[in-house]
Structures are given as structure tokens and as C-alpha cells.
């Protein structure tokens, strides 16, 4: 907000004045890595010839993708530790122990 004591005459552009603009660390240059079309920057092979893999490239295949399958095959396989699964195994274990049926069989219609 401005202040009673700044006249709004001092704000206004007088005609033959002009804004100066500011621009720091604008040198021209671009500031990324201008798009050559190309994937990642790499140029295709010549025809004919395959691209050499880098030597940390493999590495991550196998670090990836052995972690997913993993991580698949223990999540597939973990113990079932919900409310659920515990009240179900209690309460088969205390039918069974009064002598009750645990598996419902449903009346022929």
C-alpha cells in the first residue's frame, strides 16, 4: 500500500522517460540443452551396427527388474496379519473346540 506521503505525480511515467529494465544473468545463451532430435542425446548407429551399452546399463536392468520381481514374488508370499484373517482362525478354533460344524453347508431347496 502506499504510503499519504508518496505523491501519485512521482509514479506516473513522464513522457520521454523510459522504464529501465533489469535482466541479470541473461547472457543470450540458452540455459538447458536445446532438443537435437535425437534419444537421450545419443546418435543412432550407422546402419547395420548395434548400439554398445554403457557399462552401468546392465547393472540397472538387473537391479530394476530383479528388484520388481522380488518385491512381486514377497508381496505375493507375505503372511496375512489383517483383523480379518486372525478373528477367522480364532473363530474356527473355538468351533472346532465346542464341536461345531466350521464349514456352512447350505440347505437343499
Given at each position: 500500500m ?6 501519485l505525480?512521482?509514479?506516473r511515467?513522464?513522457?520521454g522517460?523510459?522504464?529501465a529494465?533489469k535482466r541479470?544473468a ?6 538447458y ?11 543412432p ?16 536392468y538387473?537391479?530394476?527388474y530383479g ?6 514374488l ?17 473363530a ?14 447350505s440347505?437343499?431347496?
Amino acid at each position: 500500500m502506499l504510503s499519504k506521503a508518496t505523491p501519485l505525480r512521482s509514479l506516473r511515467i513522464q513522457p520521454g522517460r523510459q522504464v529501465a529494465q533489469k535482466r541479470f544473468a541473461s547472457h543470450g545463451a540458452p540455459h538447458y540443452n536445446e532438443p537435437s532430435g535425437n534419444i537421450f542425446g545419443e546418435k543412432p548407429p550407422p546402419p547395420g551396427q548395434k548400439r554398445v551399452k554403457e557399462d552401468w546399463e546392465n547393472i540397472w536392468y538387473i537391479g530394476m527388474y530383479g528388484t520388481l520381481a522380488l518385491t512381486g514374488l514377497l508381496l505375493y508370499y507375505k503372511p496375512d496379519t489383517s483383523i480379518q484373517g486372525w478373528a477367522l482362525k480364532e473363530a474356527k478354533a473355538r468351533m472346532e473346540a465346542r464341536g461345531e460344524k466350521v464349514q456352512y453347508e447350505s440347505p437343499r431347496l
